[in-house]
Protein backbone atom coordinates (compact mmCIF):
# COMPACT_ATOMS: atom_id res chain seq x y z
CA UNK A 1 0.00 0.00 0.00
CA UNK A 2 1.10 2.99 -0.68
CA UNK A 3 2.05 6.38 1.79
CA UNK A 4 -0.55 9.51 2.12
CA UNK A 5 0.29 11.91 -0.67
CA UNK A 6 -2.45 14.36 0.71
CA UNK A 7 -4.34 14.18 4.34
CA UNK A 8 -6.76 16.57 5.56
CA UNK A 9 -6.98 16.87 9.39
CA UNK A 10 -10.08 17.61 11.46
CA UNK A 11 -10.95 20.42 8.45
CA UNK A 12 -13.60 23.16 9.26
CA UNK A 13 -15.12 25.35 6.35
CA UNK A 14 -17.80 27.37 7.37
CA UNK A 15 -19.28 30.44 4.93
CA UNK A 16 -21.61 33.34 6.48
CA UNK A 17 -22.18 31.29 9.27
CA UNK A 18 -23.27 28.17 8.34
CA UNK A 19 -20.89 25.33 8.59
CA UNK A 20 -19.95 23.25 5.46
CA UNK A 21 -17.53 20.76 6.07
CA UNK A 22 -17.78 19.30 9.58
CA UNK A 23 -14.17 18.29 10.96
CA UNK A 24 -13.55 16.23 7.65
CA UNK A 25 -10.91 14.18 8.09
CA UNK A 26 -9.17 12.28 5.14
CA UNK A 27 -6.17 10.21 4.29
CA UNK A 28 -5.45 10.08 0.40
CA UNK A 29 -2.85 7.78 -0.65
CA UNK A 30 0.21 8.06 -3.84
CA UNK A 31 -0.87 6.94 -6.93
CA UNK A 32 -4.59 6.94 -6.14
CA UNK A 33 -7.45 7.16 -8.13
CA UNK A 34 -9.71 8.92 -5.21
CA UNK A 35 -13.30 10.68 -6.51
CA UNK A 36 -15.35 12.12 -3.80
CA UNK A 37 -18.69 11.63 -4.72
CA UNK A 38 -22.16 13.29 -3.13
CA UNK A 39 -24.87 15.25 -3.75
CA UNK A 40 -24.88 19.15 -5.32
CA UNK A 41 -24.19 21.50 -2.39
CA UNK A 42 -22.57 18.68 0.01
CA UNK A 43 -18.87 19.92 -0.13
CA UNK A 44 -16.85 18.34 -2.97
CA UNK A 45 -15.25 21.32 -4.22
CA UNK A 46 -15.00 23.35 -1.06
CA UNK A 47 -12.30 19.97 -0.37
CA UNK A 48 -10.86 20.30 -3.73
CA UNK A 49 -10.23 24.37 -3.34
CA UNK A 50 -9.05 23.58 0.35
CA UNK A 51 -6.16 20.74 -1.65
CA UNK A 52 -5.31 23.38 -4.44
CA UNK A 53 -4.94 26.40 -1.81
CA UNK A 54 -8.02 28.47 -2.96
CA UNK A 55 -9.37 28.40 0.09
CA UNK A 56 -8.31 28.28 3.89
CA UNK A 57 -9.50 26.29 5.98
CA UNK A 58 -11.04 27.47 9.60
CA UNK A 59 -9.40 24.95 11.77
CA UNK A 60 -7.55 21.84 10.95
CA UNK A 61 -4.58 20.89 8.68
CA UNK A 62 -3.62 19.74 5.27
CA UNK A 63 -0.47 17.88 4.74
CA UNK A 64 1.31 17.02 1.98
CA UNK A 65 3.73 14.21 1.85
CA UNK A 66 3.33 14.37 5.58
CA UNK A 67 3.80 18.49 6.03
CA UNK A 68 1.27 20.74 7.09
CA UNK A 69 0.91 23.10 3.33
CA UNK A 70 -2.09 25.23 5.38
CA UNK A 71 -0.99 28.88 4.07
CA UNK A 72 0.86 28.00 0.98
CA UNK A 73 -0.37 29.47 -2.42
CA UNK A 74 -1.72 27.24 -5.22
CA UNK A 75 1.13 27.83 -7.72
CA UNK A 76 3.88 26.48 -4.85
CA UNK A 77 1.35 23.28 -4.31
CA UNK A 78 2.49 20.24 -6.51
CA UNK A 79 -1.01 19.73 -7.21
CA UNK A 80 -2.66 21.24 -10.92
CA UNK A 81 -6.51 21.35 -11.08
CA UNK A 82 -9.10 21.53 -13.90
CA UNK A 83 -12.00 22.92 -13.23
CA UNK A 84 -15.59 22.02 -14.41
CA UNK A 85 -15.75 24.95 -16.69
CA UNK A 86 -12.04 24.46 -18.91
CA UNK A 87 -11.04 28.61 -19.12
CA UNK A 88 -9.24 28.02 -21.93
CA UNK A 89 -7.60 31.10 -23.40
CA UNK A 90 -9.69 31.78 -26.24
CA UNK A 91 -7.15 34.06 -27.59
CA UNK A 92 -4.28 31.32 -27.68
CA UNK A 93 -3.86 28.32 -29.70
CA UNK A 94 -3.54 24.87 -28.62
CA UNK A 95 0.64 25.14 -27.97
CA UNK A 96 0.19 28.66 -26.45
CA UNK A 97 -2.34 27.52 -23.86
CA UNK A 98 -0.24 24.27 -23.01
CA UNK A 99 2.85 26.13 -23.00
CA UNK A 100 0.94 29.58 -20.64
CA UNK A 101 2.45 27.39 -17.23
CA UNK A 102 5.89 26.71 -18.29
CA UNK A 103 6.54 29.94 -19.85
CA UNK A 104 5.40 31.71 -17.10
CA UNK A 105 8.16 29.64 -14.98
CA UNK A 106 10.93 30.45 -17.41
CA UNK A 107 11.25 27.02 -19.03
CA UNK A 108 14.00 27.02 -22.34
CA UNK A 109 11.96 26.56 -25.58
CA UNK A 110 13.19 23.35 -26.63
CA UNK A 111 11.85 21.99 -23.58
CA UNK A 112 8.89 23.85 -23.68
CA UNK A 113 7.94 22.28 -27.23
CA UNK A 114 9.05 18.89 -25.86
CA UNK A 115 7.06 18.69 -23.05
CA UNK A 116 3.62 20.48 -24.93
CA UNK A 117 4.02 17.58 -27.97
CA UNK A 118 4.66 14.82 -25.13
CA UNK A 119 1.16 16.35 -23.50
CA UNK A 120 -1.28 16.08 -27.08
CA UNK A 121 0.15 12.34 -27.08
CA UNK A 122 -0.93 11.68 -24.17
CA UNK A 123 -4.08 12.92 -24.43
CA UNK A 124 -4.54 11.96 -28.04
CA UNK A 125 -4.30 14.94 -30.02
CA UNK A 126 -1.15 15.01 -31.45
CA UNK A 127 -0.73 17.84 -34.31
CA UNK A 128 -3.12 20.11 -33.05
CA UNK A 129 -0.30 22.77 -31.88
CA UNK A 130 -1.87 25.39 -34.03
CA UNK A 131 -5.29 25.26 -33.83
CA UNK A 132 -7.58 27.59 -32.01
CA UNK A 133 -9.13 26.90 -29.02
CA UNK A 134 -12.80 27.80 -30.82
CA UNK A 135 -11.98 25.08 -33.44
CA UNK A 136 -11.97 22.52 -30.72
CA UNK A 137 -14.73 20.43 -30.24
CA UNK A 138 -16.04 20.09 -26.59
CA UNK A 139 -14.32 16.92 -25.99
CA UNK A 140 -11.46 18.03 -27.50
CA UNK A 141 -10.90 21.14 -25.13
CA UNK A 142 -11.34 19.13 -22.23
CA UNK A 143 -8.69 17.32 -23.62
CA UNK A 144 -6.31 20.91 -23.92
CA UNK A 145 -7.56 21.47 -20.27
CA UNK A 146 -6.49 18.34 -18.79
CA UNK A 147 -3.27 18.36 -21.30
CA UNK A 148 -2.30 21.76 -19.59
CA UNK A 149 -2.76 21.07 -15.87
CA UNK A 150 -0.13 18.16 -16.72
CA UNK A 151 2.63 19.96 -18.59
CA UNK A 152 3.06 20.77 -14.72
CA UNK A 153 3.89 17.82 -13.65
CA UNK A 154 2.28 17.99 -10.60
CA UNK A 155 1.66 14.72 -8.02
CA UNK A 156 -1.33 15.46 -7.34
CA UNK A 157 -4.22 16.53 -10.52
CA UNK A 158 -7.48 17.49 -8.83
CA UNK A 159 -10.56 17.33 -11.55
CA UNK A 160 -14.07 18.64 -10.26
CA UNK A 161 -17.00 17.30 -12.25
CA UNK A 162 -14.17 17.62 -15.18
CA UNK A 163 -17.13 15.90 -17.74
CA UNK A 164 -20.12 17.46 -16.68
CA UNK A 165 -20.77 19.40 -20.41
CA UNK A 166 -19.90 16.42 -22.44
CA UNK A 167 -22.29 14.06 -23.79
CA UNK A 168 -23.21 10.67 -22.34
CA UNK A 169 -21.18 9.11 -25.63
CA UNK A 170 -18.06 11.43 -24.85
CA UNK A 171 -18.46 11.14 -21.45
CA UNK A 172 -17.75 7.48 -21.47
CA UNK A 173 -15.33 7.47 -23.48
CA UNK A 174 -13.23 10.21 -21.35
CA UNK A 175 -14.10 7.90 -18.67
CA UNK A 176 -11.29 5.40 -19.96
CA UNK A 177 -9.54 8.39 -21.43
CA UNK A 178 -8.83 9.33 -17.89
CA UNK A 179 -8.33 6.17 -16.38
CA UNK A 180 -5.42 5.33 -19.05
CA UNK A 181 -3.75 8.71 -18.33
CA UNK A 182 -3.71 8.48 -14.66
CA UNK A 183 -2.55 4.78 -15.10
CA UNK A 184 0.07 5.64 -17.41
CA UNK A 185 1.51 8.89 -15.28
CA UNK A 186 1.49 6.93 -12.33
CA UNK A 187 0.04 10.32 -10.61
CA UNK A 188 -2.37 10.69 -7.90
CA UNK A 189 -6.33 12.19 -9.33
CA UNK A 190 -8.67 13.80 -6.94
CA UNK A 191 -11.75 13.92 -9.00
CA UNK A 192 -15.16 15.12 -7.97
CA UNK A 193 -18.54 13.83 -9.92
CA UNK A 194 -21.84 13.74 -8.42
CA UNK A 195 -22.81 11.07 -10.73
CA UNK A 196 -22.17 7.32 -8.79
CA UNK A 197 -21.89 5.21 -11.99
CA UNK A 198 -18.74 7.47 -12.80
CA UNK A 199 -17.66 7.25 -9.78
CA UNK A 200 -18.44 3.22 -9.84
CA UNK A 201 -16.17 2.97 -12.82
CA UNK A 202 -12.80 5.12 -12.67
CA UNK A 203 -12.39 4.85 -8.82
CA UNK A 204 -9.90 3.38 -6.72
CA UNK A 205 -11.49 4.02 -3.76
CA UNK A 206 -14.58 6.57 -3.38
CA UNK A 207 -15.38 9.06 -0.75
CA UNK A 208 -19.33 9.53 -0.06
CA UNK A 209 -19.89 12.87 1.16
CA UNK A 210 -23.03 14.28 2.58
CA UNK A 211 -24.04 17.44 4.48
CA UNK A 212 -20.23 18.39 4.60
CA UNK A 213 -19.75 14.90 6.67
CA UNK A 214 -17.87 11.71 4.98
CA UNK A 215 -20.72 8.98 4.69
CA UNK A 216 -18.49 5.80 3.89
CA UNK A 217 -14.44 5.23 2.37
CA UNK A 218 -14.19 2.26 0.53
CA UNK A 219 -12.86 0.76 -2.74
CA UNK A 220 -16.37 0.99 -5.72
CA UNK A 221 -17.59 -2.58 -4.93
CA UNK A 222 -17.21 -2.34 -1.27
CA UNK A 223 -19.69 0.81 -1.55
CA UNK A 224 -21.74 -0.78 -3.69
CA UNK A 225 -22.13 -4.15 -1.91
CA UNK A 226 -21.13 -3.11 1.42
CA UNK A 227 -23.07 0.47 1.91
CA UNK A 228 -23.15 1.77 5.82
CA UNK A 229 -26.40 3.39 5.81
CA UNK A 230 -29.21 4.03 4.08
CA UNK A 231 -28.14 7.20 2.72
CA UNK A 232 -25.26 5.37 0.56
CA UNK A 233 -27.13 2.73 -0.62
CA UNK A 234 -29.88 4.94 -2.03
CA UNK A 235 -27.18 7.42 -3.65
CA UNK A 236 -25.02 4.59 -4.87
CA UNK A 237 -28.04 2.59 -6.71
CA UNK A 238 -31.60 2.42 -6.95
CA UNK A 239 -32.58 0.57 -3.73
CA UNK A 240 -36.01 -0.44 -1.69
CA UNK A 241 -35.02 0.80 1.64
CA UNK A 242 -37.22 -0.39 4.47
CA UNK A 243 -38.22 0.07 7.95
CA UNK A 244 -37.46 -3.58 9.58
CA UNK A 245 -37.16 -4.28 12.57
CA UNK A 246 -34.10 -6.79 13.53
CA UNK A 247 -36.07 -9.42 16.34
CA UNK A 248 -32.54 -10.72 16.83
CA UNK A 249 -29.14 -11.82 15.47
CA UNK A 250 -29.68 -13.62 11.91
CA UNK A 251 -33.49 -12.47 12.39
CA UNK A 252 -35.29 -9.74 10.66
CA UNK A 253 -38.86 -8.39 10.19
CA UNK A 254 -39.93 -6.92 7.52
CA UNK A 255 -43.81 -6.11 6.68
CA UNK A 256 -44.37 -8.13 9.61
CA UNK A 257 -42.52 -11.28 8.59
CA UNK A 258 -39.54 -12.67 10.03
CA UNK A 259 -36.99 -13.15 7.69
CA UNK A 260 -33.12 -14.86 7.60
CA UNK A 261 -30.43 -12.91 7.11
CA UNK A 262 -26.70 -12.65 7.94
CA UNK A 263 -26.28 -9.93 10.17
CA UNK A 264 -25.43 -9.76 13.59
CA UNK A 265 -25.07 -7.13 16.31
CA UNK A 266 -28.07 -4.91 16.12
CA UNK A 267 -29.50 -5.96 19.31
CA UNK A 268 -33.24 -7.49 19.77
CA UNK A 269 -36.21 -6.24 18.65
CA UNK A 270 -33.99 -3.03 17.06
CA UNK A 271 -35.75 -0.26 14.56
CA UNK A 272 -33.15 -0.83 11.33
CA UNK A 273 -33.35 0.28 8.21
CA UNK A 274 -33.45 -2.59 5.28
CA UNK A 275 -32.09 -2.15 2.13
CA UNK A 276 -32.64 -4.90 -0.73
CA UNK A 277 -31.11 -4.50 -4.09
CA UNK A 278 -33.68 -4.40 -6.95
CA UNK A 279 -31.87 -6.75 -8.75
CA UNK A 280 -31.69 -9.31 -6.02
CA UNK A 281 -35.28 -9.94 -6.01
CA UNK A 282 -36.94 -12.48 -7.73
CA UNK A 283 -40.57 -12.99 -8.32
CA UNK A 284 -42.19 -15.97 -8.09
CA UNK A 285 -45.81 -17.53 -7.97
CA UNK A 286 -47.66 -15.74 -4.78
CA UNK A 287 -48.12 -19.16 -2.73
CA UNK A 288 -44.41 -19.49 -2.94
CA UNK A 289 -43.36 -16.10 -0.68
CA UNK A 290 -43.82 -14.84 1.97
CA UNK A 291 -44.94 -11.20 0.51
CA UNK A 292 -46.30 -10.60 -2.41
CA UNK A 293 -48.06 -7.61 -3.96
CA UNK A 294 -49.52 -6.48 -7.43
CA UNK A 295 -47.53 -5.18 -10.67
CA UNK A 296 -47.86 -1.68 -10.69
CA UNK A 297 -45.77 -0.83 -13.77
CA UNK A 298 -43.57 -2.58 -16.20
CA UNK A 299 -40.91 -1.13 -18.16
CA UNK A 300 -38.21 -2.41 -20.43
CA UNK A 301 -34.58 -1.03 -19.96
CA UNK A 302 -32.66 -2.63 -22.63
CA UNK A 303 -30.81 -4.68 -20.66
CA UNK A 304 -33.91 -6.04 -17.63
CA UNK A 305 -37.51 -4.86 -17.15
CA UNK A 306 -37.99 -2.16 -13.76
CA UNK A 307 -41.32 -3.20 -12.29
CA UNK A 308 -42.70 -1.44 -9.06
CA UNK A 309 -44.87 -3.51 -7.38
CA UNK A 310 -46.90 -2.10 -4.32
CA UNK A 311 -47.07 -5.00 -1.43
CA UNK A 312 -47.94 -3.68 2.33
CA UNK A 313 -46.79 -0.03 2.39
CA UNK A 314 -43.53 -0.20 0.56
CA UNK A 315 -43.79 0.02 -3.45
CA UNK A 316 -40.83 -2.71 -4.50
CA UNK A 317 -38.12 -1.96 -7.37
CA UNK A 318 -37.29 -4.84 -9.36
CA UNK A 319 -34.86 -5.63 -11.97
CA UNK A 320 -35.40 -8.67 -14.33
CA UNK A 321 -34.70 -10.05 -17.16
CA UNK A 322 -38.30 -11.76 -17.10
CA UNK A 323 -41.53 -8.97 -17.30
CA UNK A 324 -44.23 -9.72 -14.92
CA UNK A 325 -48.01 -8.32 -15.84
CA UNK A 326 -49.05 -5.23 -15.17
CA UNK A 327 -51.98 -5.84 -12.61
CA UNK A 328 -50.49 -9.13 -11.69
CA UNK A 329 -49.97 -10.53 -7.90
CA UNK A 330 -46.44 -11.88 -7.41
CA UNK A 331 -44.42 -13.07 -4.57
CA UNK A 332 -41.28 -11.29 -3.85
CA UNK A 333 -38.49 -13.35 -2.37
CA UNK A 334 -34.62 -12.96 -1.83
CA UNK A 335 -32.00 -14.48 -0.17
CA UNK A 336 -30.52 -13.68 3.42
CA UNK A 337 -27.22 -12.15 1.81
CA UNK A 338 -28.85 -10.05 -0.26
CA UNK A 339 -30.73 -8.46 2.91
CA UNK A 340 -28.69 -5.58 4.11
CA UNK A 341 -28.95 -4.33 7.72
CA UNK A 342 -28.48 -0.59 8.48
CA UNK A 343 -28.64 1.55 12.01
CA UNK A 344 -31.19 3.84 11.49
CA UNK A 345 -29.23 7.74 11.12
N1 LIG B 1 -17.68 31.07 -1.41
C1 LIG B 1 -18.80 30.63 -0.84
N2 LIG B 1 -19.57 31.47 -0.08
C2 LIG B 1 -20.69 31.02 0.52
N3 LIG B 1 -21.14 29.76 0.46
C3 LIG B 1 -20.43 28.88 -0.27
C4 LIG B 1 -19.23 29.27 -0.96
N4 LIG B 1 -18.75 28.18 -1.60
C5 LIG B 1 -19.58 27.18 -1.33
N5 LIG B 1 -20.61 27.58 -0.54
C6 LIG B 1 -21.68 26.73 -0.02
O1 LIG B 1 -21.08 25.59 0.54
C7 LIG B 1 -21.82 24.43 0.27
C8 LIG B 1 -20.94 23.39 -0.40
O2 LIG B 1 -20.57 23.87 -1.67
P1 LIG B 1 -19.65 23.05 -2.67
O3 LIG B 1 -18.42 22.63 -1.98
O4 LIG B 1 -19.50 23.86 -3.89
O5 LIG B 1 -20.56 21.77 -2.97
P2 LIG B 1 -20.47 20.67 -4.14
O6 LIG B 1 -19.22 20.91 -4.93
O7 LIG B 1 -20.48 19.37 -3.42
O8 LIG B 1 -21.71 20.84 -4.97
C9 LIG B 1 -23.01 24.87 -0.55
O9 LIG B 1 -24.10 25.01 0.32
C10 LIG B 1 -22.57 26.19 -1.12
O10 LIG B 1 -23.67 27.02 -1.35
MG1 LIG C 1 -19.02 21.42 -6.97
Redesign the pocket.
Known sequence: MNKNIISLENINVS??G?Q?LNNLSLDIRDKEFVTLL??????????L?LIGGFLQPDGGNIRFEGNIINGIPPFKRNVNTVFQRYALFPHLNVFENIAFGLKVKKFPDREIQSRVAEMLELVNLRGFEKRSIDRLSGGQQQRIAIARALVNEPKVLLL?EPLGALDLKLRKEMQTELKRIQQSLEITFIY?T?DQEEALTMSDTVVV?NN?DIQQIGSPVDIYNEPKNAFVADFIGESNILNGMMVKDLLVEISGHQFECVDTGFGTNKPVDVVIRPEDIKLVNPDEAKLSGVVQSVTFKGVHYEMLIEAYDHDWLVHSTKAAETGSTVGITFDPYDIHIMNKM
Open positions: FDEIGPSGCGKTTTRDVHMG
